[in-house]
């Protein structure tokens, strides 16, 4: 744990003293709750200030062992990465993992909130979250800037699809396959060419125009993604990756910049946690209960394993056998969640090892 640098200018009596700081950050202002071993020594709020909060801690914990933490949010992890350069011991913390009585769910404060926070790290009760190479999370930031590309533009596809059926303009079947003609360029060039009233034209002509700039920056990040695949940093774990079945470029872009450092999870049951890939379990006395897979992890990631794990049971003999055993004794759907751990902890393998994935391996 680090620690302030002594204040010469006052007497070092402190410097085997803990002190715990709670942190509840808004864009505006935080609130700051300060906890010494076995008192609360001040709760006050600041403007959004890393300097000026060291200052603070320096003036008057000169020496003593510093520990913050704040509830990863909105703010990501720049505020951690600023305090610990100036030397301190920083945490970013999952929400759920803050303990909270249900007094202070009816009664929610920012100055309750931070004091939670800094009364469970006195407590040792938090356990921070992993923070990424910035460089890596920026990586991230574009593979989540594609997710928001594809969910627009199926905003405005459905948009057209739902003023067509509302002004009852049916889709001429000469158009193409149903599944698939809703942005063919067949699609494009007889909505382009409608004739209807031109208060209904301008409004499919908005919306089509609209989300074919839409596509044309999806196109873009694809590229950029693709050539991010492709450089020292990536190529050789992307590749890997794409060798195993149901993975292809941008998926395995989505979990190398989300896993950062394959080497971070210690066992394959960390990786699966952090997947969202293990059970959610309740426990009263002798009774033992399960329901379903835990609502923590990376959905994103946890969606990616599971799509991956149905081309799996089509495609890779051992994990087909394995796939019909199981469906023997439980539904599909729960069948499939346990090849996704054993896809997941083979993937675990791959990268740790560099092996390529190999079909029909046990």
Request: hydrophobic fraction near 40%; include cysteine; charge should be positive.
């Amino acid at each position: 744990m680090l620690s302030i640098m002594p204040n010469h200018s006052r007497t070092n009596s402190i410097s085997d003293l803990d002190i715990y700081v709670g942190l509840d950050i808004h864009k505006k202002s935080w609130k700051v709750n300060i906890l010494g071993p076995s008192y609360e020594h001040k709760t006050f709020s600041q403007d959004p200030d890393t300097n000026r909060l060291y200052s603070y801690l320096n003036q008057h914990f000169p020496g003593a062992r510093v520990t913050l933490a704040y509830e990863a949010g909105f703010s990501g992890f720049n505020l951690a990465r600023e305090l610990l350069s100036l030397g301190l011991n920083c945490l970013v913390v999952n929400p759920m993992d803050v303990p909270t009585i249900h007094r202070d769910r009816n009664q929610k404060s920012d100055k309750k909130d931070a004091r939670k926070i800094a009364a469970a790290l006195r407590g040792g009760l938090l356990e921070g979250i992993y923070i990424p190479d910035e460089e890596i999370r920026a990586h991230y930031s574009l593979l989540l800037q594609r997710r928001s590309l594809v969910q627009d533009l199926g905003r405005y596809k459905n948009r057209i699809k739902s003023y067509l059926l509302f002004t009852g303009i049916p889709i001429p079947d000469a158009i193409g396959d149903p599944a698939s003609r809703h942005w063919s360029k067949n699609y494009i060039t007889w909505l382009m060419q409608l004739s209807v009233a031109k208060p209904h034209r301008q409004v499919i002509h908005n919306n089509l125009s609209i989300g074919l700039k839409l596509r044309e920056e999806l196109k873009t990040v694809n590229r950029q993604i693709r050539d991010l695949a492709n450089t020292p940093a990536y190529k050789k774990n992307a590749e890997l990756l794409i060798g195993v079945p149901g993975i292809g470029v941008l998926s395995a872009m989505m979990i190398l910049t989300k896993i950062g450092d394959i080497g971070r999870f210690r066992n394959a049951d960390q990786m699966n946690s952090f997947f969202g890939l293990i059970p959610s379990t309740h426990s009263s006395g002798e009774k033992v209960s399960s329901s379903g897979i835990t609502s923590r992890g990376i959905k994103q990631l946890r969606n990616i394993i599971i799509e991956a794990s149905w081309v799996a049971v089509r495609v890779d003999p051992a994990m087909m056998v394995k796939f019909e055993q199981l469906v023997k004794t439980m539904q599909k759907n729960k069948a499939i969640i346990r090849i996704a751990r054993s896809l997941l902890n083979r993937i675990r393998r791959v990268l740790k090892t560099g092996t390529p994935y190999k079909l029909g391996v046990q």
